[in-house]
């Protein structure tokens, strides 16, 4: 048995990722190395794990959707409690330090030196349908620094220019899902095993951002940023099959653990545009250029079988990758309506990313095409929407909004995309410290594989800045 075959075996699962597959292929063959200096008893122990370690890859990978999707595609989560208060829709405002990612333009509009801080809460649950009507739940939740920064104005003849620095997280992989019931599929080794997986996803991607932004007229403005991206993420699949109605005179159950653990690096840039057509319409645009994100990868898998006199045969492989993911560039723009001497505001934003043009650079493994992408990934345009109203009598900001996240991979079937409804309030004491709150509700629902997984997430950003 050799492991060059991985193409073949992918296409027969549906499984699109053959760097994966080739991972959990290279266990099955150690399982194999293992039999040829055995005797006939160790032999058919043996076969177990061989054909434990096969079953890992021809169903777990293809039930297991983190293992498959480009997790650093997409995944967009928002920074800022009162852009997110207002659906994200920020590309016409951008009048806090958030503006250095939403868009840079904006900074030059701030006065005053600002510090600014926000924290995010992320609370995701997931029911998952894999064998019959009954779903197994799951939740996991997270707390982390969404922005951090400060910007600093000058005056000019113009009217501003202003200089910015500071760390903004846009994207969160922070979910698990979890599979239980009993293996519908009938043929293979393990027809009819009640299945236990655990899938945790954790981490996220930030950037680190330099940028300065001014006043080319009285009501245009251009700005721009230098992007420093970092982050992580970690995903730990846990299998465990028993055979709780004897299907196999000899196997009890097995394990199967599979952990990936991947560091994020890249440089790129934004460049943006803030128009103010009258006193009471501004228009935005943001462009991100490409960036190529380094990843370095290390992943590991176990698998242990478990005989029906308590014999035990374990087999493990470890290893690590190196490539890069050529993002595409992103477009947005906006508009910024201001009505009722400015107490009334609607915002609207809509953001291009062709993810198609995304490549791998090398590929992580020689069986991917350079058309991965291309095959499997499609055109995407966000949507954010949002109002804010002042109540003059309390000097308090509320708000509400809409956030459309669709989602680009296009080897699984989505329902509602990734559909955000957003709340927030804000206020200002003394004209110089500002606290806003926003609150994001979304569902959706995934299936592929006969496997389907609704999704439901909480998210509460609150931020804190003081100008000076």
Do not use: C
Not at 22 to 49: D, P, W
Not at 406 to 416: H, Y
Not at 432 to 454: C, H, I, P
């Amino acid at each position: 048995m050799g492991i060059n075959n991985v193409t073949q075996i992918g296409e027969s699962i549906g499984v699109t990722n053959p760097s994966y597959i080739k991972k959990k292929i290279q266990v099955t063959y150690l399982s194999y190395r293992f039999l040829e200096n055995g005797g006939n008893r160790a032999m058919k122990r043996g076969m177990y794990v061989t054909f434990i370690s096969l079953f890992a890859v021809t169903f777990f990978a293809a039930i297991s959707m983190a293992q498959v999707e480009e997790m650093a595609i997409g995944n967009t989560f928002g920074v800022g409690a009162r852009a997110m208060g207002m659906g994200g829709a920020s590309l016409g405002l951008a009048d806090d330090f958030t503006a250095l990612y939403w868009n840079p333009a904006g900074m030059a509009q701030i006065q005053k030196f600002e510090m600014f801080s926000s924290l995010s809460h992320n609370s995701a649950s997931a029911d998952t349908y894999f064998a019959g009507d009954t779903a197994t739940g799951t939740s996991r939740s997270q707390m982390r620094l969404n922005s951090i920064g400060f910007v600093y104005p000058f005056q000019t003849r113009q009217g501003g220019w202003a200089i910015a620095f500071g760390y903004n997280r846009p994207q969160n992989f922070d979910y698990q899902t979890a599979i239980q019931g009993i293996d519908p599929s009938s043929g293979t080794e393990f027809s009819g095993l009640a299945v236990d997986e655990t899938d945790v996803n954790s981490g996220g991607i930030g950037i680190w951002s330099f940028g300065t932004s001014v006043y080319v007229s009285k009501r245009i403005l251009i700005g721009g940023s230098l992007d420093f991206w970092q982050g992580r993420s970690l995903n730990e699949l846990d299998t465990t099959a028993t055979d709780i109605i004897d299907i196999d005179s000899e196997l009890a159950r097995f394990r199967y653990d599979d952990e990936i653990d991947r560091e994020y690096s890249g440089v790129g840039g934004r460049i943006g545009l803030l128009a103010h057509l009258t006193d009471a319409i501004s228009l935005g645009v943001n462009v991100v250029a490409p960036v190529d994100l380094g990843v370095d990868e290390l992943w590991y898998q176990s698998t242990v079988a478990v005989y029906d006199d308590g014999e035990e045969t374990r087999d493990a492989v470890s290893g690590a990758l190196a490539f890069d993911i050529e993002r595409p560039f992103e477009v947005g723009t906006g508009i910024a309506v201001k009505l009722f001497n400015k107490q009334l505001i609607l915002a609207g934003d809509v953001q291009l990313t062709d993810w198609t043009q995304t490549r791998y650079n090398p590929a992580p493994a020689e069986d991917i095409s350079q058309d991965n992408f291309e095959e499997f990934y499609a055109t995407t345009l966000q949507a954010r929407l949002g109002a804010e109203y002042r109540i003059p009598t309390i000097g308090t900001h509320i708000r509400l909004g809409y956030f459309r996240d669709t989602i680009p991979f296009t080897d699984a079937e989505v329902e509602d995309a990734r559909d955000f409804l957003t709340a927030g309030i804000g206020k200002i004491f003394e004209d110089s410290l500002k606290f806003d709150v926003a609150y994001m509700l979304g569902t959706w629902q995934q299936s592929r594989n006969d496997v389907t997984t609704e999704r439901l997430t909480h998210r509460v950003f609150v931020s804190a800045a003081y100008r000076f």
